[in-house]
């Protein structure tokens, strides 16, 4: 009697889907969450234009350096809400000057080549605090903000304004953080 088996097999299986489904429904999972779900904001004052350039030799590959004319100096702004949990300065090395926000479900952003950090590890952080100033510091050439999001420490490709940066290539962004 190979019949009856075979429907209990596929009811098992419609079984189990239903209940997948309502256990996990699209994109609700807790480990799921993108930089995309917490609308992150350009980490600048508001009205600010910045060139986001990325490049496929970039060291981590993903990350946006932001340029303009008079960048040193510019306020520096956290992304999101979160909590600092990195204030450090490599000296002449690598990010320099370099500042970590997390602002929970495995998201966190990255701030490097900072002339100031005015904010302690440990500090909570509104959307579009300011969290230091531009700078050259590191192993950096010329004033501008090298800057990562991360999801579980992987460096990703960034979203600003819910809009992809471009991938490789520049984006004008016209900052609307804290307006
Ligand atoms: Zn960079």
Known sequence: MTFPRTLTRIATAAAA?????VLAPAGAS?????????????????????????????????SVDFQRDNAQGQNVRSSAAGTVT?????GNESYGRYIIVDHGSGVTTLYAHLQTQSVSVGDSVSTGSVIGT??????????????????????????????????????????????
């Open 134 to 179: 531009v700078g050259s510091t590191g192993g950096s050439t010329g004033p501008h903000l090298h800057y990562e999001q991360r999801e579980s420490g992987t460096v990703v490709e960034v979203v600003l304004n819910g809009v992809e940066i471009h991938y490789y290539g520049n984006t004008t962004i016209t900052s609307s953080t804290g307006c």
């Open 30 to 62: 807790a480990d799921d969450v993108s930089v995309a779900d917490l609308n992150l904001r350009t980490p600048f004052d508001c009205g600010q234009v910045w060139n986001a350039n990325t490049r496929t030799n970039h060291n981590p590959q993903l």
């Open 17 to 21: 889907t239903l209940f997948l489904s």
């Open 86 to 90: 990195t204030v450090a300065n490599l």
